[in-house]
């Protein structure tokens, strides 16, 4: 774990850097200055962007992470590695942006009604799929060689400084909507050019290749494995955005614009999660490769426990806070109708990042397969699920029908990692880590009244709460790791 902690802590240096970043941008900019209409068209934007270049990936990514170990030869240049990293990527954008301008008529129809705004910024829409594509594989390739900081500046602080500015140059008149969305899809392009050069420095990029070093046995598995890998980005990838698309069909932009703010206060809960799942995954693929089991499964309890530990955490802090941070939020009237999105949407986040590696784990075995047989299947859950209760309960239902297929799919998913690659992330640390969260939250509803002044209420709960968490998580010794953290940053044994 001595790698993985330490890029994982210069990662997320940077996407804490970043969070907050967009915690300016999100909270004080586009909700006093930009109205949710605006927010909601960028974020449906980059979603549908985001679904097409994941199936113009085609797998890639993934394909890419299970697969470098058979590549893997620095004197040789990876073998032609870069060069299979490249065409995939490239065939695939050609197809499903030939596919995404037929359909272009359905497309428009499905938000035509409540949101017809996504019809004058359509044409739009192609380069950023071909930036979002090539910029996810480059970053994937950067991960794989184990260096994931420069790209974790570039995706968490450069795009957030880069939208801040945006988004003040549309408040402040000197750029029109249609000037913010072209300036919007240029960002992301540098992000890609930038993720190029940094890969360019860091390793060969030559498209040099030697066909001769495939042979039938890899082209075959690699062949397979794409193929589920494809199938089930239909699926997965259309799963995780259908809350937001339906929120624009059913609702409207403005509503969006409502999900996307409550949404965001959700997704900082995950945020180390993301460093220590990307820093990990080249080396569960390296275990599974060598079918070494009991290394990849203590490292699934390692990952878990970790991610759950930090992301409960953060979940506290927000949860406790939020009638405050709502009060604090510019038109934060209009906001407050997410509340309880904030609510279900962090709870799927935090099974996301207890289970999620589970996934990465199945994907890099000989048991890939498997996630393709539910995909579907919990396609329709999220179609039933949201259907039924965004006309019930608004926004509120789209982010519950969002934990339910979360709850069903990681549950499912665990079962299969338990009985195909003997995975059990859970320890006592989980279970105790767990206690401890739901014991704080009712200490919050046994604090004295709340004080009349949202800023120092929230610092006084804060104060409470998160001191009384660091010195039970040590006392109980959730993590040794952590522990040995504690004891060498703070001197908590001599403390306690």
Not at 50 to 64: D, E, N, R, W
Not at 310 to 333: E, R
Not at 414 to 433: A, E, H, L, S
Request: proline share 3%; with cysteine.
């Amino acid at each position: 774990m001595g790698v993985i902690i330490r890029q994982s802590i210069k990662a997320t240096i940077f996407n804490y850097v970043g969070a907050f970043i967009g915690f300016l941008t999100t909270f004080f900019i586009l909700t006093k200055y930009v109205e949710p209409e605006v927010i909601g068209l960028t974020k449906v934007l980059y979603e549908v962007a985001a679904l097409i270049a994941g199936f113009a990936q085609l797998g890639t990514s993934a394909s890419a992470m299970r697969f470098f170990p058979y590549f893997k030869n620095p004197e040789n240049n990876h073998n032609g590695f870069f060069f299979y990293l490249m065409l995939m990527p490239a065939l695939g954008s050609a197809l499903f942006i030939f596919l995404f301008l037929c359909f272009k008529h359905y497309v428009l129809d499905f938000f035509s009604e409540k949101s017809a705004w996504l019809a004058d910024y359509y044409n739009w829409l192609v380069p950023l799929i071909l930036f979002l594509t090539f910029w996810a594989v480059l970053e994937t390739y950067s991960n794989i060689l184990m260096r994931i900081v420069v790209p974790k500046f570039i995706r968490e602080v450069g795009i957030r400084i880069f939208s801040l500015g945006l988004f003040l140059c549309y408040a402040g008149g000197i750029l029109d909507l249609d000037g913010l969305v072209a300036g919007y899809v240029a960002m992301y392009g540098i992000a890609m050019a930038a993720t190029l050069w940094y890969v360019s420095r860091i390793t060969s990029v030559s498209f040099r290749h030697n066909f001769a070093f495939w042979d039938k046995a890899l082209l075959k598995k690699i062949g397979h494995y794409t193929l589920f890998l494809i199938i089930g980005a239909i699926g997965g990838n259309i799963i995780s955005q259908l809350d937001l698309f339906m929120v624009s069909s059913r609702l409207g932009l403005e509503y969006a614009g409502i999900y996307t703010i409550a949404s965001y206060m959700a997704f900082v809960i995950e945020i180390p999660g993301r460093s220590i799942t990307s820093i990990s995954a080249p080396i569960a693929a390296t275990a599974l490769k060598q079918n070494d089991f009991d290394t990849a499964n203590g490292l699934y309890k390692q990952v878990s426990l970790h991610q759950l530990m930090v992301g409960s955490i953060f979940f506290l802090l927000i949860w406790i806070n939020i009638d405050n941070i709502f009060a604090v939020l510019p038109n934060g009237d209009i906001y407050r109708q997410g509340k309880w999105v904030v609510f279900f949407i962090a709870m799927s986040r935090l099974v996301g990042m207890t289970l999620g590696f589970g996934a990465t784990l199945i994907s890099f075995s000989k048991y890939y397969y498997w996630g393709l047989y539910f995909t579907f299947l919990l396609t329709g859950i999220t179609i039933v699920t949201n259907e039924l209760l965004i006309p019930l309960c608004g926004i509120t239902g789209a982010a519950l029908a969002t934990f339910l297929t979360c709850v069903v799919s990681y549950l499912f998913q665990q079962w299969i990692v338990m009985r195909k690659v003997n995975g059990n992330p859970y320890t006592w640390g989980t279970v105790k880590q767990i206690l401890l969260i739901c014991f704080l939250l009712g200490i919050n509803e046994l604090l004295p009244a709340v004080l009349a002044n949202p800023w120092l209420d929230a610092c006084y709960r804060t104060a409470i709460v998160g001191l009384l968490c660091l010195v039970m998580v040590y006392k109980l010794n959730i993590s040794e790791q952590v522990n040995r953290l504690l004891k060498k940053h703070l001197r908590l044994d001599k403390l306690l």
